[in-house]
Structure formats: C-alpha cells, structure tokens
C-alpha cells in the first residue's frame, strides 16, 4: 500500500522559511519522479516542483524558482521541499505527489500539509 505522508508545515511570518519533509512508503521510491503541489484557498492545484528519480535534475514553477529546493534521500525514502523568504502569496496546502518517471504523470498524492504565511 503506496503512502505519501506530508510534514513540516505550519505559520510563519513573511520572510520566513519552512521545510517540508514527505516520507513514502509501499514502492521502489527510486524508480519514481517526485513532486511538490499546492492548492490555495479558492484555486485549483498549483505544481510548484520536481525532482526526478535519480535526484540529479530539479525543475521549480516560476514562482517559487531562486526561493523553493527540492532534494530526495533515496536510501530513506524521503522527498524535500525547502522553502525561504515565504510570502503570503505561499500560502497553501502543499502536497507530496509520486510521479511515472517517463511521463510525469500522477501516481499518487498525499494528504497534504497546510503552510500560512501572515504577519
């Protein structure tokens, strides 16, 4: 049974920075792309980020790029999502999706984790 379990999120002053930890289970995490998502209140699912299974190549959404890193530890399983200088406009919940390597597609989704970013 494939799990994506989100941690790390929480409220944090503009400025300020995060780190998102998604520990995955039931699959060979190394044979997978993995990404970062967001949903704001009121809007559809935003990518912000990927990271292919390897760990070598990393790809960000204009809006978080120079701000967001992604990184993975393939013998622990585990995906990343560093993330500095927030603004409000981060604001969302953040999930961990597995993805298909070759093309990208959606495997699974965690269930998310809520980041608030307000002074």
């Known amino acids: 049974q494939v799990q994506l379990v989100e941690s790390g999120g929480g409220f944090v002053e503009p400025g300020g920075s995060l780190r998102l930890t998604c520990a995955a289970s039931g699959f060979t995490f190394s044979h997978y792309r993995m990404s970062w998502v967001r949903q704001a209140p009121g809007k559809g699912l935003e990518w912000v980020s990927d990271i292919d299974h390897s760990g070598e190549f990393a790809a960000y959404a204009r809006s978080v790029e120079g701000r967001f890193t992604i990184a993975r530890d393939n013998a622990k399983n585990t995906v990343f999502l560093q993330m500095n200088n927030l603004t409000p406009e981060d604001t969302a919940v953040y999930y961990c999706?597995?993805?298909?390597?070759?093309?990208?597609?959606?495997?699974?989704r965690g269930q998310g984790t809520q980041v608030t970013v307000s002074s």
């Open positions: 999706e597995q993805r298909t390597s070759s093309t990208g597609l959606t495997v699974n």
